[in-house]
Nanobody, 125 residues
Framework: VQLQACGGGLVQAGGSLRLSCEAS????????LGWFRQAPGKEREFLAA???????????RYADSVKGRFTISRDNAKNAVYLQMNSLEPGDTAVYYC????????????????WGQGTQVTVSS
């Protein structure tokens, strides 16, 4: 099982990036998919999670720090999760990780069994 995150890069403050994460090795329809980040010298931080409840019903949860700026989505057909990031700030600079777990929309990293390798996002002022 592998999660492959991509889409990071260098962007100016106020700009946008879209992170993608594709999974291989199994399907994750029944899993919650989440995004976390970790900045140098800081603990890993939950950003958002999404789960599919059948049909066109999805549930999402966001950290207060990104609510209104970041949007999580998923495409089960592609076994993928995305994070649209708008109005980026220098404080958003970090390595961003996608993850998959079966404990609902948890903000605790320990509840996610599978992790991507991380993609660097750098926001310049």
């Amino acid at each position: 099982v592998q999660l492959q995150a991509c889409g990071g890069g260098l962007v100016q403050a106020g700009g946008s990036l879209r992170l993608s994460c594709e999974a291989s090795g199994r399907t994750f329809d029944s899993y919650a998919l989440g995004w976390f980040r970790q900045a140098p010298g800081k603990e890993r931080e939950f950003l958002a999670a999404i789960r599919w409840s059948g049909g066109n019903t999805y549930y999402a949860r966001y950290a207060d720090s990104v609510k209104g700026r970041f949007t999580i989505s998923r495409d089960n057909a592609k076994n993928a999760v995305y994070l649209q990031m708008n109005s980026l700030e220098p404080g958003d600079t970090a390595v961003y990780y996608c993850a998959a777990g079966r404990s609902g929309l948890s903000d605790y990293g320990g509840n996610y069994a599978y992790w991507g390798q991380g993609t660097q996002v750098t926001v310049s002022s």
